[in-house]
T-cell receptor, first 116, second 114 residues
Framework: GDSVTQMEGPVTLSEEAFLTINCTYT??????LFWYVQYPGEGLQLLLK?????DKGSNKGFEATYRKETTSFHLEKGSVQVSDSAVYFC???????????????FGQGTILTVHP | KAGVTQTPRYLIKTRGQQVTLSCSPI?????VSWYQQTPGQGLQFLFE???????NKGNFPGRFSGRQFSNSRSEMNVSTLELGDSALYLC?????????????FGEGSRLTVL
């Protein structure tokens, strides 16, 4: 079945440091890929998405590129802020309908802590 | 626009009891999905409802069930609670027409089973 693997965490950075969170996936079809973020005490929010190979999703300074050849969707940000401290989840969905409705396959999540 | 609302936010039950959690989706959204989040297993898909019909189901035992009402509000029920059912239960809504993978999540209901 489909699966998502994220880099082991947690990740601790100083403000303005460069961030990379690795994500690789296994899927039988042509999935859409997502990064969701969960701030303390809140539900998950969609951060960015990419629906086909070579697409780049971007939002709030974060970027990720759908790499079909390496089955990866790594999250990057050039300069993190304290307010970016949260848990980040990589996820995929099968867009073929049927048994995919409402179902996202998530990675284990990566805890990011940014210090001033 | 109001977000996804889940009630109750916190609850404590004992083994063998049952629990019902409620979810009100974003206005206009007709699809509601449920997820279980635990430290060990992460986020796992329970089921999805659209227009009062279950369209998709994850790999959970029959003790986990759900339903959706005509106003798109949804409930999930867990019967004969076990210690391992302690988790954050997240509800998410989407328009339901087509499936693009974008879900809008509530803050969750945190269930503790003693």
């Amino acid at each position: 079945g489909d699966s998502v693997t994220q880099m082991e965490g947690p990740v601790t950075l100083s403000e303005e440091a460069f961030l990379t969170i690795n994500c690789t996936y296994t899927a039988t079809g042509y999935p859409s890929l997502f990064w969701y973020v969960q701030y303390p005490g809140e539900g998950l929010q969609l951060l960015l998405k990419a629906t086909k190979a070579d697409d780049k999703g971007s939002n709030k300074g974060f970027e990720a590129t759908y790499r079909k050849e390496t089955t990866s969707f790594h999250l990057e940000k050039g300069s993190v802020q304290v307010s970016d401290s949260a848990v980040y989840f990589c996820a995929l969905s099968d867009s073929s309908g049927g048994t995919s409705y409402g179902k996202l396959t998530f990675g284990q999540g990566t805890i990011l802590t940014v210090h001033p | 626009k109001a977000g996804v609302t889940q009630t109750p936010r916190y609850l404590i039950k004992t083994r063998g009891q049952q629990v019902t959690l409620s979810c009100s989706p974003i206005s206009g959204h007709r699809s509601v999905s449920w997820y279980q989040q635990t430290p060990g297993q992460g986020l796992q898909f329970l089921f999805e409802y659209f227009s009062e019909t279950q369209r998709n189901k994850g790999n959970f035992p029959g003790r986990f069930s759900g339903r959706q009402f005509s106003n798109s509000r949804s409930e999930m029920n867990v019967s004969t609670l076990e210690l391992g059912d302690s988790a954050l239960y997240l509800c998410a809504s989407s328009s339901g027409t087509g499936w693009a993978g974008e879900l809008f999540f509530g803050e969750g209901s945190r269930l503790t089973v003693l």
